[in-house]
C-alpha cells in the first residue's frame, strides 16, 4: 500500500540558492505537518495527518558553478581563492561529506521525507537513496553501477562516482540529498578532492552511455525509480510557492 502522496517541484535550471530557499518552504510545510495528533485521535479531535502529509522532493539544475561543503569543513583559504578565480561560487550547506562541486548538467534532488512516519532510519534512508540512482542507472542500460559499503556513499562506476549523497536530517525530516552527473563538465571536479576521497574519480552519464544525456532526459526514470523505492504517488507543481 502506498504511504501517501509526495510533492514533486520541478525547478528547472536555477541557481543552487533558489533551490535551497524552495527546499526550506518545504521543510515548513514539513514541520507544520507534525502539529496534528499522532495516531488515534479522541472523539470530536482533527484527524492524524496522513503518512505522507508534508512530504515533498525538490529537483533542480544548478544554474552556475558552485563549490560547496558541509558539516565537516570548508575548504582552506589559499583553495578557496583559487575556486573563485575560476568563476566558480562557494557556499557551505548543511548536509553531511566535503566539498563537492555542482554546476549545469547535474541532477539535484532534495527529498523532503519524514523518517519517523515511514520508520526508516538514516542509513536506511542513505541505502534508500543509492537503491534509487541504481533503479534510474539500470533503466538507461548501465547494470555496472554500484553502492559501496560504509563508509562510503553514493553510486559508482568502477573507482567514479557517478552520483554524491549528502544529507541533513532535524528531528527525523531530511533535507538536501543528491546530486546526480548527467551531462556535466567534470573537469570542475579537478580543483578539489571530491568529497574529500582521495584516488577516487567521478564520472556522469554521457561519459559512461557515450551519448549525450541531459537532466531533462532522466528525470521520468528518475521519478518512476523514486516512487518505486519510497512506495508513494507523485503529486506534480510547478509554483514552489503553492
Same mark, same amino acid.
Given at each position: 500500500?502506498?504511504?501517501? *502522496?509526495?510533492?514533486? +517541484?520541478?525547478?528547472?535550471?536555477?541557481p543552487y540558492a533558489e533551490a535551497l530557499r524552495?527546499?526550506?518552504r518545504c521543510l515548513r510545510a514539513a514541520r507544520?505537518?507534525?502539529?496534528?495528533?499522532?495516531?488515534?485521535?479522541?472523539?470530536?479531535?482533527?484527524?492524524? *495527518?496522513?503518512?505522507?502529509?508534508?512530504?515533498?522532493?525538490? +529537483?533542480?539544475?544548478?544554474?552556475?558553478? @558552485?563549490?560547496?561543503? $558541509? @558539516?565537516?569543513?570548508? *575548504?582552506?583559504?589559499?583553495?578557496?581563492?583559487? =575556486?573563485?578565480?575560476?568563476?566558480?561560487?562557494?557556499?557551505?550547506?548543511r548536509r553531511g561529506g566535503r566539498v563537492t562541486? &555542482?554546476?549545469?548538467?547535474?541532477? !539535484?534532488?532534495?527529498?523532503? =521525507? %519524514?523518517?519517523?512516519?515511514?520508520?526508516? *532510519? =538514516?542509513?536506511?534512508?542513505?541505502?534508500?537513496?543509492?537503491? +534509487?540512482? !541504481?533503479?534510474?542507472?539500470?533503466?538507461?542500460?548501465?547494470?555496472?553501477?554500484?553502492? =559501496?559499503?560504509?563508509?562510503?556513499?553514493?553510486?559508482?562506476?568502477?573507482?567514479?562516482?557517478?552520483?554524491?549523497? $549528502?544529507? &541533513?536530517?532535524?528531528?527525523?525530516?531530511?533535507?538536501?540529498? !543528491?546530486? +546526480?552527473?548527467?551531462?556535466? %563538465? @567534470?573537469?570542475?571536479?579537478?580543483?578539489?578532492?571530491?568529497?574529500? @576521497?582521495?584516488?577516487?574519480?567521478?564520472?556522469?552519464?554521457?561519459?559512461?552511455?557515450?551519448? &549525450?544525456?541531459?537532466?531533462?532526459?532522466?528525470?521520468?526514470?528518475?521519478? %518512476?525509480?523514486?516512487?518505486?523505492?519510497?512506495?508513494?504517488?507523485?503529486?506534480?507543481?510547478?509554483?514552489?510557492?503553492?
Open positions: 500500500m502506498s504511504r501517501g *502522496p509526495v510533492r514533486v +517541484l520541478r525547478l528547472g535550471l536555477r524552495v527546499q526550506e507544520a505537518a507534525r502539529t496534528g495528533p499522532g495516531p488515534g485521535p479522541g472523539p470530536g479531535g482533527p484527524p492524524a *495527518p496522513s503518512p505522507g502529509a508534508g512530504e515533498s522532493v525538490v +529537483l533542480s539544475e544548478p544554474a552556475e558553478p @558552485l563549490y560547496t561543503w $558541509g @558539516l565537516r569543513g570548508a *575548504p582552506e583559504a589559499a583553495l578557496a581563492a583559487r =575556486l573563485r578565480a575560476r568563476g566558480a561560487g562557494l557556499a557551505a550547506a562541486f &555542482h554546476g549545469p548538467g547535474q541532477l !539535484l534532488a532534495f527529498p523532503v =521525507l %519524514d523518517l519517523r512516519r515511514r520508520r526508516l *532510519p =538514516l542509513r536506511g534512508y542513505v541505502a534508500a537513496l543509492e537503491e +534509487l540512482v !541504481l533503479r534510474l542507472c539500470r533503466r538507461l542500460g548501465l547494470a555496472a553501477a554500484r553502492a =559501496l559499503p560504509p563508509p562510503f556513499t553514493g553510486v559508482w562506476m568502477g573507482d567514479s562516482k557517478i552520483c554524491a549523497i $549528502g544529507v &541533513h536530517c532535524g528531528n527525523h525530516i531530511t533535507s538536501h540529498g !543528491l546530486a +546526480l552527473n548527467c551531462c556535466t %563538465d @567534470l573537469t570542475w571536479f579537478d580543483h578539489i578532492v571530491p568529497c574529500g @576521497l582521495e584516488g577516487k574519480g567521478v564520472t556522469s552519464l554521457s561519459r559512461e552511455l557515450g551519448r &549525450h544525456v541531459t537532466v531533462d532526459h532522466v528525470l521520468q526514470p528518475f521519478l %518512476d525509480s523514486f516512487q518505486e523505492v519510497f512506495d508513494c504517488t507523485l503529486v506534480f507543481s510547478e509554483d514552489p510557492g503553492d
